[in-house]
């Protein structure tokens, strides 16, 4: 029904305020009191039909538009919404205020095509059959698949020893100088080296000059080496997170290059160690294997697509490509790594 604003209400007084009323009769409302009452009915009305246009324009199949009577209701209050969409049907040619009445390509349900009132209380002794399901307990629920990290697999299959204060500060040069390959390629050429020491010298003031000057210039020839143009041309992604199914088991991390391709994919994966390897065969077998899962999991969100897989020592700086067959032979086994 049309809301009725029968409570108290705010009358605005402009510069002396809002005066709060109680609840009047309409035979108790003067002059502002009645204004205000009347904007109030006002707005109520724009915003009950308001809202029925938000009822009809969000129904895609079925509408339903019901509603019940009071015990004093003679009839179906003309401002109702079921009065409103029944007279609007009827009004309208060749349809009919009835169970399979149409508006445009949305059915619409009214109750019976008329208001019904039930004059007998309804039955809440009645007996309802139970379905079996709801005397038992609910199934637990299958634990999902620990998500294996490919980079987690180089890390534990290297048996690498405790870090030593050089490891921790390999380590920590290691993150910065991903932090300037993924920062530095969008800078242009003759603004990288100012750049970068100053990306430095706000995120790793304790770093000495001579170190900071050391890996930016590692960093700016990988950058320049016309080898690499093409990991880091416009268009080209850094630090992607990926996640994919492989053999039933998720594979999730970051990789730090990715060049997609309408035929092909390329993923590369940058290390910052002071080794070299002189080719693919010389390669951590940790790093192959992490670099297979990578392979896989891409094969997985690209299907179709040729997926390259290259490791970037930045110490060379040396692009190491690595066989689909090498990749393959490494390929972890997924189900043995994620129950460890």
Do not use: C
Not at 188 to 206: I, K, M, Q
Not at 326 to 338: E, S, V
């Amino acid at each position: 029904k049309m809301p009725d604003p029968r409570g108290g209400i705010a009358i605005d007084l402009g510069d002396h305020g809002v005066l709060p009323t109680l609840a009047l009769n309409k035979d108790e409302r003067r002059g502002k009191v009645q204004d205000a009452y009347a904007a109030k009915a006002l707005a109520d009305a724009a915003e009950h039909w308001r809202l029925l246009y938000v009822a009809l324009t969000r129904a895609e199949r079925m509408l339903v538009v019901t509603g019940t009577l009071g015990a004093t209701d003679k009839d179906i209050p003309g401002t109702s919404w079921y009065r409103a969409v029944a007279d609007t049907l009827d009004s309208m040619d060749g349809v009919r205020a009835a169970p399979d009445a149409r508006w445009g390509d949305t059915r619409v349900l009214l109750s019976g095509g008329g208001p019904w009132r039930s004059k007998t209380a309804p039955d809440t002794k009645a007996q309802v059959a139970l379905p079996d399901w709801v005397r038992r307990d609910a199934p637990q629920e299958a634990r999902p698949p620990r998500p294996l990290a490919p980079s987690r697999i180089g890390v534990d299959d290297a048996g690498d020893a405790p870090p030593d204060p050089a490891r921790v500060v390999a380590a920590a040069r290691g993150r910065l100088m991903h932090s300037l390959f993924e920062r530095l390629p969008d800078v242009a050429p003759d603004a990288r080296a100012v750049a970068a020491r100053r990306w430095l010298g706000r995120h790793a003031p304790e770093l000495a000059a001579d170190a900071a000057d050391a890996m930016v210039a590692e960093v700016l020839g990988v950058l320049a080496d016309p080898a690499h143009a093409a990991l880091f041309a416009p268009g080209t992604l850094a630090e992607v997170p990926l996640t994919a199914v492989v053999d039933g088991v998720v594979i999730s991390g970051i990789v730090d290059r990715l060049l997609v391709a309408d035929a092909a994919v390329h993923v590369v994966d940058y290390k910052t160690g002071l080794f070299v390897p002189s080719d693919a065969s010389a390669v951590a077998p940790a790093y192959l294997r992490q670099m297979a899962a990578y392979h896989a999991a891409l094969g997985v969100i690209f299907p179709g697509r040729t997926v390259t897989a290259s490791l970037l020592y930045t110490a060379g700086p040396r692009l190491i490509t690595l066989e689909a067959s090498m990749l393959t032979a490494h390929k972890p086994h997924y189900a043995d790594d994620n129950k460890s």
